[in-house]
């Protein structure tokens, strides 16, 4: 429905159910929730006490610097280097297991697979130069060394990385890869996936070619600073690119090993299949990087991951998917003052019953999906974000309760500046024992401007509420007035004498659905 007129200001509440029905991992509850179609909405005013927000707490982010990193590192002399055959490394299990990579790493070392072993005190590489055979390892007098085996720093060993490692070529023709289950600091350097054969970096082909990667296990502490990471990364397990994991529950690490952590500052990844992605790891500040022509993902955490920062990074051309995508339970952590670009899905995503995150401050602007996606995730809040010219909606929710948009800004977005919908989702893979999710929507959403949209500025369907107050709305250039969409363009003429004429607040909610509100 659509009112003449090119700009309202509008003002409107719509509360909160009183009992939020619990999260279910049965198909049949998500159906029937998606039976219940709302007939009828009834709109009221009321006064829009309580909708008040401070500016949302955000973590302090100008301890994680350099040197701040670097005096982590406990001074010790080298320690013990050995060959060791991967098979008898429980850091290794993933890669000699039943999936056929151990003859991958045979087929390359052609002889039974083995990895340079880090044990016992504080290595750099010239460390391990002159231990092991020189085709192992070597570096020529600038500094460029190149690895042709994989390498483990066990938990009592660290690694340093710095200055005077110009680059640290790991072999794809050799097979080399960095494991992590110490210590490791990379500063002031490059670490590169290098094609011997052709003489330079390791650029995708597939998803299924093997490509050098980097990974971190539980217990393990990484420092990435001030250094370059390219073109790393294939589609087997836990080697994507750069990822911090924890052990998988078969192995006994699992029970005594805290989830691993570290800090990735003022760094550039370019043409990783993910930038970074981590499984069950805490506390992790990813700040000031830029991820650039990532192919799946540019920052990816996932499952049950707590508590990180993800703040001041750049992500842009990512190939396949999204910016910057939190997925599967990464909850309480901090999305802010970033910016998202040129991706082939959406700028920034919350998905998979991620919940408690702030996501703030972000500019998101020419990506191929939505600006900002909350998927099947509950508990949110968006605020002060601008989403600038995406190719669908500016702001996405879906199967989500309790989302708060705050003083979010969308412009010139090729669909809604804010849509908000249900979904019954069939896909077979999804397994709603780990994925379950809840056809239901609400959404608060207080300030802010929606501004030439081609969609309209708000479309939403089938809301348990909304909340809207003190929103600007203009219509595209080219309209006759500006158009609302969902519950609300079916009562525009109501919700438009409460914002209009009466000044007030408006309620929103189902007719059938007994409801207390205050004021």
Known sequence: MTLGTQSIRARC???????????????????????????????RAVKPDGLSMAEPALPDITGFTKQAALNKIVRRHPGEITLTRMVDLIEFDEFVGSDGRLATWAERQRQNPVAIVLQDGL????DVLGKVEPYHLEATESGIYTLRLPLLITASATLLIDGSVRSLRLSQQAGAFLVNDGRLFVADSEIVAWDEA??????????????????????????????????????????????????????????????????????????????????EADDVAIVGNVYKDSIIYGIDPHDRSLRLIIAENTAFGTRERHGIIVSREVNDSWIFRNESYDNHGSGIMVDRQSTGNIVAYNKVHGNGSDGITIYESPENLLYANQSIGNQAHGYRVRNSV????YENRAIANAYTGINGHVRT????????????????????????????????????????????????????????????????????????DVMIRQRQAVVIEPDNIQRRVDG
């Open 13 to 43: 509440v719509m509360w909160a159910l009183a009992a939020v029905m619990p999260l279910t991992a049965s198909a049949a509850i998500a159906k029937d929730f998606n039976a219940t179609h709302f007939d009828s909405y009834v709109v």
């Open 123 to 126: 290595f750099r590489l010239s």
């Open 198 to 279: 052709a003489g330079k970096a390791a650029g995708y082909q597939s998803k299924k070619k093997f490509r050098p990667f980097m990974i971190s296990w539980g217990g393990s502490e990484t420092y990435l600073i001030d250094s370059q990471f390219k073109h790393l990364g294939y589609g087997a397990t836990k080697s994507y690119g750069i990822s911090f994991s924890q052990y998988s529950k078969s192995v006994e690490r699992h029970k005594t090993r805290s989830r691993p952590t570290g800090w990735i500052v003022g760094s550039t990844f370019d043409g990783l299949l993910y930038g970074f992605y981590c499984y």
């Open 402 to 405: 309790g989302v708060k948009l």
């Open 425 to 496: 989702l069939n896909d077979p893979t999804r397994d709603l024992a780990l994925d379950p999710y809840d056809t239901r929507i609400s959404m608060v959403v207080v300030g802010g401007r929606l501004i030439h949209n081609g969609g309209g500025p708000i479309s939403i369907d089938q809301p348990v509420s909304v909340e809207l107050y003190d929103v600007d709305m203009f219509a595209p250039a080219n309209a006759t007035g500006v158009e609302m969409s969902g519950v609300l363009g079916e009562h525009l003429p109501e919700v438009l």
